[in-house]
């Protein structure tokens, strides 16, 4: 059988996501899918190992901090309150930063449909804090891979004869 790769993983992803109206039900039914606990089944990890190396972490985690300064500044909001027209403009940015970093080929350009697909389904602050948990898990387990694929002995270079 043949493995998939990054555009199969993907749209597996997207097909999943865009079976739901919000991310809260999202993470609720495919809990499995985002966070494991089987290699196998959690296509967000399969997802993770096919961007190894197109990616810098130091750029994932710019971008992850933005996130999570939302989530400092919107943290006193009640989670089933709509998210704010202002705030969900501060949202949409994170998708132009992302835009960028995919044109100077600082990003994967998969990411942007990933996390395009998600930020549809946010529309009240609960959503957003569960986005901020896949967004969390995406950054474990990229530095979760990149730890192992350091340690995975390399094979030696065939002599040259």
């Known amino acids: ?47 993770v190992r096919e961007i190894l190396g197109t990616v810098k972490i130091t ?29 969900l403009v501060e949202l949409r940015k994170f998708m132009m930063f992302v835009r960028y970093a995919i044109g100077r080929k ?16 946010i529309h009240t602050y609960e959503d957003f804090r569960r986005f901020v948990d896949i967004f969390e898990a995406l950054v474990a387990y990229y530095v979760y891979l990149s730890t192992v694929e350091e340690r995975r002995p390399r094979r030696p270079l065939p002599r040259v004869r």
């Open 1 to 47: 059988m043949k493995k998939a790769g990054k555009k199969e993983i993907l749209q597996k992803l997207i097909n999943i996501f865009s079976k739901y109206e919000n991310v809260s039900t999202l993470v609720r039914e495919e809990a499995e899918v985002l966070f494991g606990p089987d290699d196998n089944k959690c296509l967000l990890l399969q997802y």
């Open 106 to 121: 600082y990003l994967d350009p998969s990411l942007k449909d990933f996390f395009s697909v998600l930020i549809q389904r």
């Open 59 to 87: 750029q994932i985690r710019k971008f992850f901090s933005h996130i999570r300064n939302l989530e400092v500044v919107w943290a006193d909001k009640p989670a089933s309150k709509e998210i704010d027209k202002s705030d």
